[in-house]
Each structure stands twice: as C-alpha cells, then as structure tokens.
C-alpha cells in the first residue's frame, strides 16, 4: 500500500484532496495520501516546485515524483532529487485550455477584433481580413501542447509551421529543426506562438535578430515562458512596427511588476497566467494511472529527461 504525500502550498489541498481521493479509488488503489508524513515512509510525492519540499534526500524510499505542472525548470535541476520526476501531461485539463486560449487569441489577431471593439471614433472600415488560408502562423515548441495548437489551428485553416529543437515528423504541420530552421520557421511568420520549455537553450529565443524575420506588423503569443523573450527587445520591435502586437500569458517575474512596460504599451496584451492551469480533477487521474502503473510494474509516463531539462 503506497503512502503519497502531497507537497504543494497548503492551499492547494483543498482543491486536491477530494480529485486525488477520487482518481486512487477509481485506479483501484489500496493507499496512504496525506500532506504530512515520515519521509522515511514517503512512496510517492505529489509535487509542486513551489513547495516546503526542496531537499529529497531524506525520502529514502521514494519511487518517484509526479509534477503537477508542465514546467519543471525549478526542479529539473535539484541535485537531490535521485528518482523519477513526471511532467504533467493532462488532455482534458490543460492541454485543452491551452488550445482553447491559443485559438482565441490568434482569431482574435487574425480577425482585427480590436478594432472593432474599442472604436471610439466610430470609424467604419469594411476591408475584410484575409481567409485563414492566407494567415500563415508558426509555432515554436511542437511537444504536447504545441502539437495539440497546430492541430486546432489547422482545422481552422491556418497554415502552420513549427519549430522544435529535434526533427519531428507531423501530418500537416511543415516542421524545422536546429537553428538555421529556426529562422526558416520565423520568416515572414505573421502570428507567432511560443510553447518551448524555459532551458538554457531557449533563453531569449525571440531577439532582435529572430523579430526582425517575421511578416512586417507580425503578431506574438507567449503562453510558453516568460524567459522566451528578450523584453527589450520586443519593445523596440512594437515601437518600430516590426511587430504589431504582442499578446503575453506569462512573465520573467510574475505577478508582472506594477510599473513594468508591457502594462502601458498600447500594443501589449497583458493575461495573468491563465492560458493553460492544471485542473484538479483531470490532473488527479494522471497522477493517479502514474501511480497505479509504477505499481504494477509499468514505466512511468511522461519523465522528464534531465539532460534535456523537460
């Protein structure tokens, strides 16, 4: 019978206990789930980075960590952690709402609904947009949820083109790889999303160099990582023109500072890290089939690989 502990801030389980509960039973799970606990005793750690949990040396029985995000920069490096660490990977919950946001908002830019919306001068211009057809869009990132977005965003009719860091083969997505495909990707994209882990390899992805490749007037999704992007740099790019609007999900430093520039920049669209959140219900039936599967003898799903840093 696996004890799992919960490390998450103390708020979160109230919103957990009651899921998780539910998801063990259904797995047919005999168990010991609880926020305190011996770590001597410890099977199973629920886990959020932001937790009292940072040294996991004193969990000498530990099987393996479950993540309940899809970031695990801020505990990929833990040189402590010895076991398995799991990303969240959940369809119905997160994935779902990041489709959700990314194909609201590249509508939203691809349509001009803006200007349409506020209108104080009542200014009537009848110039349709063009068809999605003609509104080629890239995506850097094409792990699960970018390859869940351009999914989505070809059912809408947009060409999509995508950029990982390895060569990926996709049924309907023209696909880069390395750095000379990076710019490939970029060039005269006219919506642009970023869905790459935060790692030392993607730090500053979108600089002055890759801005000045997009479509002249291009638009910017980030609801990837904060770190993604060079701000300066960006800044200057909406300033020239370059880029006509950048739409911001997530930030360096979070909540973004009261007197940063992106909150004033008529071209900046500021949401609070809300494109995509783990859901309590669905995230609780991952980590629980995780569990359920490590006890019985399966590989775990979703591991992290440390090397790469996702």
Request: charged share 20%.
């Amino acid at each position: 019978m696996p004890n799992i502990l919960f490390a998450a801030r103390s708020e979160s389980w109230n919103d957990y206990e009651t899921p998780l509960s539910t998801a063990l039973d259904a797995a047919g799970l005999s168990y010991t789930l609880g926020t305190d606990m011996p770590p001597e005793e410890v099977d199973y750690i629920v886990y959020a980075p932001n937790s009292d949990v940072q040294d996991f040396t004193p969990f000498t029985r530990l099987k393996a960590v479950l993540n309940l995000w899809a970031g695990v920069e801020d505990v990929v490096g833990n040189t402590t952690l010895a076991v398995p660490l799991a990303r969240m990977v959940d369809e119905d919950g997160l994935t779902q709402g990041m489709v959700e946001w990314v194909a609201g908002h590249t509508l939203r830019h691809h349509l001009g609904m803006d200007a349409h919306i506020v209108n104080p001068d009542r200014t009537w211009d009848a110039t349709p947009p063009p068809l999605s057809a003609h509104r080629p869009v890239t995506i850097l990132g094409l792990g699960t949820l970018g390859q869940a977005c351009a999914r989505a965003l070809i059912t809408l009719g947009f060409p999509v083109s995508g950029w990982s860091r390895s060569a990926k083969d996709l049924p309907g997505i023209t696909t880069h790889a390395g750095d000379e495909g990076l710019h490939k990707a970029l060039r005269d994209a006219q919506i642009v999303i970023l869905l790459l882990p935060d790692t030392p390899a993607t730090t500053n992805v979108i600089n002055a160099e890759t801005l000045a490749l997009m479509a002249p007037g291009a638009m910017i999704l980030n609801p990837g990582r904060g770190p993604l992007i060079d701000d300066d740099a960006l800044l200057a790019a909406l300033d020239s023109g370059q880029i006509g609007h950048a739409t911001l999900d997530v930030f360096r430093t979070e909540p973004l500072p009261d007197d940063h520039a992106y909150w004033v920049h008529p071209k900046v669209t500021v949401t609070p890290h809300i494109a995509s959140t783990t859901r309590p219900e669905t995230a609780a039936r991952v980590i629980a089939d995780n569990i359920r599967r490590a006890e019985n003898g399966e590989a775990l799903l979703h591991i992290v690989d440390r090397s790469a840093g996702y």
